[in-house]
T-cell receptor
Framework: KAGVTQTPRYLIKTRGQQVTLSCSPISGHRSVSWYQQTPGQGLQFLFEYFSETQRNKGNFPGRFSGRQFSNSRSEMNVSTLELGDSALYLC???????????FGEGSWLTVV | AQSVTQLDSHVSVSEGTPVLLRCNYSSSYSPSLFWYVQHPNKGLQLLLKYTSAATLVKGINGFEAEFKKSETSFHLTKPSAHMSDAAEYFCVVSPQGNQGGKLIFGQGTELSVKP
């Protein structure tokens, strides 16, 4: 069974640009959540989607957004990139009950 | 609000000696607690989880953790460290009523294993 797949794995963007990251959950999992990991702030919850609807949201500005498609794949978008958005963005999936949550290997974003 | 505090930012042990990574939680109810491990440049791997069944939880790779409500602790242990255990470890709590993917992470403990 394939794990959580994130693309791209590495990317470099310029301040002011926008970026879209993609996540394919484990087959059968309907919940996808996103986290930002930085050395200073650690791991912080961004948002969670379940059956194409945002179910939970963390404390991030509106520049951070996401969506989920009917096949449970999810994308997150960051607009008007700032240097501080440089981070590892992790996607996680679970069947929807939050019982066991599996993480992908992440997308490394560098903003220059 | 729920939170977890990892009491050590860095722990160093010698190979073959016991490992103890400490975690205290704050919650007004019996929470779901997890330990995850992250190897360099990798994602997070679930080591074990506590969901109000047995208080002593066994995980992968010889790790286990004990839920102690009276001490609000969920410390991670392993009898004998291996070089491959060197990584960052996160104690994690799932908010009450959470049916999905919202987790609250501790700040992490970096484990070093000396030969």
């Amino acid at each position: 069974k394939a794990g959580v797949t994130q693309t791209p794995r590495y990317l470099i963007k310029t301040r002011g640009q926008q970026v879209t990251l993609s996540c394919s959950p484990i087959s059968g999992h309907r919940s996808v959540s996103w986290y930002q990991q930085t050395p200073g702030q650690g791991l912080q919850f961004l948002f969670e989607y379940f059956s194409e609807t945002q179910r939970n949201k963390g404390n991030f500005p509106g520049r951070f957004s996401g969506r989920q498609f009917s096949n449970s794949r999810s994308e997150m978008n960051v607009s008007t990139l700032e240097l501080g958005d440089s981070a590892l963005y992790l996607c996680a999936s679970n069947p929807g009950d939050g019982n066991t949550i599996y993480f992908g290997e992440g997308s490394w974003l560098t903003v220059v | 609000a729920q939170s977890v505090t990892q009491l050590d930012s860095h722990v160093s042990v010698s190979e073959g000696t016991p490992v103890l990574l400490r975690c205290n939680y704050s919650s007004s109810y019996s929470p779901s607690l997890f330990w995850y491990v992250q190897h360099p440049n990798k994602g997070l791997q679930l080591l074990l989880k506590y969901t109000s069944a047995a208080t002593l939880v066994k995980g992968i790779n010889g790790f286990e953790a004990e839920f102690k409500k009276s001490e609000t602790s969920f410390h991670l242990t392993k009898p004998s460290a291996h070089m491959s255990d060197a990584a960052e470890y996160f104690c994690v709590v799932s908010p009450q009523g959470n049916q999905g993917g919202k987790l609250i992470f501790g700040q992490g403990t970096e484990l070093s294993v000396k030969p």
